[in-house]
């Protein structure tokens, strides 16, 4: 009779801890009884153990095995653990010499024929354990590419746990050599501004909401989702920690990469997504589009089509950068901080050349989007294709100027925790920053014809800078005021509120 400890890992949100695993055999009745969780959370994993262990050709240990995995934070089982255990209760059996766990860390969940399966945050456990210096990871074999994404990972992919097993019981597990060259970084991307045809208006204010990070409002029957899909690639690449927080919110999510994350992540859930799908779900520990989106682009297609709550529940991760959800008496947070693009045709029927809808039903139609377009600075009308337009500028051009424009604004906000003009709050707008006299000017007096709201001022001068910054101007003169107007109300003049 023995005992026997090992390491596996469990997350909270995106932050990953430290599981010490420990087991204990003493003469008794056979049984492993987990001490420290919630009985209700821990009999499914005994299940699967016990069959795992069987169906490895291994015989059950003859002995009470208590084993405890703590800290659980929150005090709920988490299957990752499964492997870790396993192996625990074999070596304190006496099945497995002890020494060759210790010092490691296990990760996967045991199917109950004894396959090691994937799970999902493998990127940001592997990086914990790898921060306290546990840098020797077995991972299911899935997991294995992800995992060695992280710097200093050693990594041991395994798929069966009768393999694991036998490795351990006659010397120790293989590390991970992968015979496949990494793909290259690539900044590139499949799709390109040169493929949308017309749309001049549209192009434009894409630019300017890359360069700023602005949201924005498209409008019409035109191509918009083509539009949305070639905004990322104007974005400037993500920077070694935006990548690696991508990376950790895609791993989580079960969507890891083959290679490291440059371009900035398009999320486009459907109209049907429920709340989970978009904000995250706190059982499952699962992050929803919004933070799919985070660092990229958050795309609505047909967006009056989404249920109300989705729409307006926007607004906080728009107001935060981040989701917050709670339940089951856990609380969790995943970062959120995305350009939004919305796109709304002017009513609900898909009859664009016979449609019948009065009046009141397109008003009451976008009218959905109210609260959603209160954080919206620009707008802009997308056109059905129209051939003779001909093409337009590609991708890489217009990203060379977002760029500079960005250098110049992050430049400007050194100082300041703010990155981008869109996210300088109100208040710094006019105490920090200064637009020239008629700039200002002309903006007020939009304010006083009723043209824009008070509330929306702070979103006109946001653009006016971004339009100074595009043009390598110090300060908003008298024509990026008109531009900022002009965007705000997109060519239809729906934007005028
Ligand atoms: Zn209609």
Same mark, same amino acid.
């Given at each position: 009779m023995g005992y026997a400890s090992t390491r596996s890992l469990a997350l909270t949100g995106l932050t990953a801890h430290i599981v010490d695993i420990e087991a204990d055999a003493a003469p008794g009745d056979s049984e492993l009884h987990l001490v420290g969780l919630p009985e209700l959370s821990v009999w499914p994993a005994r299940a699967r153990i016990r069959a795992a262990i069987l169906n490895s050709g291994t015989a059950w240990p003859d002995a009470r095995i208590t084993a405890s995995v703590t800290p659980m934070i929150p005090p709920v089982y988490d299957a990752a653990a499964d492997l870790a255990l396993a192996v625990a209760l074999l070596a304190a059996a006496g099945v497995i010499p002890p020494e060759r766990i210790a010092g490691r860390v296990f990760l996967g969940e045991l199917a109950l024929d004894g396959q090691i399966r994937p799970i999902r945050g493998v990127l940001p456990m592997v990086a914990a354990a790898v921060r306290a210096g546990l840098s020797r990871v077995v991972v299911p074999a899935e997991c294995a590419r992800e995992a060695a994404q992280v710097p200093g990972a050693v990594v041991m992919p395994v798929t069966r746990l009768a393999d694991v097993i036998d490795q351990l019981r006659h010397g120790a597990i293989r590390d991970h050599h992968d015979q496949e060259p990494e793909s290259a970084l690539s900044s590139s &991307?499949?799709? $390109? *501004?040169? $493929?949308? !045809?017309?749309?001049q208006a549209a192009r434009h204010t894409l630019e300017v909401c890359a360069a700023g990070g602005h949201h924005l409002l498209l409008s019409g029957d035109g191509p918009a989702t083509m539009l949305a899909e070639r905004l990322p690639g104007i974005l400037p690449p993500l920077d070694h920690d935006a990548a690696r927080e991508v990376a950790e919110i895609r791993s989580l999510a079960g969507q890891s990469d083959r290679a490291p994350v440059v371009t900035p992540p398009l999320s486009a859930p459907h109209h049907t997504a429920t709340a989970a799908a978009i904000f995250g779900s706190v059982a499952g520990n699962r992050p929803g589009a919004v933070s799919l989106a985070h660092h990229g682009v958050l795309h609505l297609a047909d967006? !009056?089509? &989404?249920?109300r709550t989705v729409l307006d529940g926007l607004c906080r991760p728009m107001d935060s950068g981040q989701v917050h959800l709670a339940g089951l008496g856990r609380s969790v947070h995943y970062p959120a901080r995305f350009t939004l693009v919305v796109d709304a045709r !002017?009513? !609900?029927? *898909?009859?664009?050349?016979e449609c019948a809808c009065t009046p009141e039903v397109r008003r009451r139609y976008r009218a959905r989007l109210a609260l959603l377009l209160s954080r919206v600075a620009v707008r802009a009308p997308v056109e059905q294709e129209d051939r003779a337009a001909g093409t337009g500028e590609p991708s890489a051009t217009v990203a060379a100027r977002v760029l500079a424009a960005r250098v110049r604004a992050a430049h400007r906000l050194a100082e300041t925790p703010w990155r981008t003009n869109a996210e300088i709050p109100a208040p710094d707008l006019t105490t920090r920053f200064s637009v020239a006299p008629e700039a200002a000017e002309l903006l007020w007096s939009a304010v006083t014809a009723g043209l824009v709201t008070a509330d929306g001022m702070p979103r006109l001068l946001r653009v006016a800078w971004t339009l100074a910054d595009l043009r390598g101007a110090d300060r908003p003169q008298l024509d990026d005021a008109a531009g900022a107007l002009e965007l705000w109300k997109g060519a239809d003049g729906d934007g005028a509120r």
């Open positions: &991307f499949a799709v $390109d *501004l040169a $493929d949308v !045809p017309g749309n967006a !009056p089509e &989404f249920a !002017p009513c !609900p029927c *898909l009859e664009q050349r």
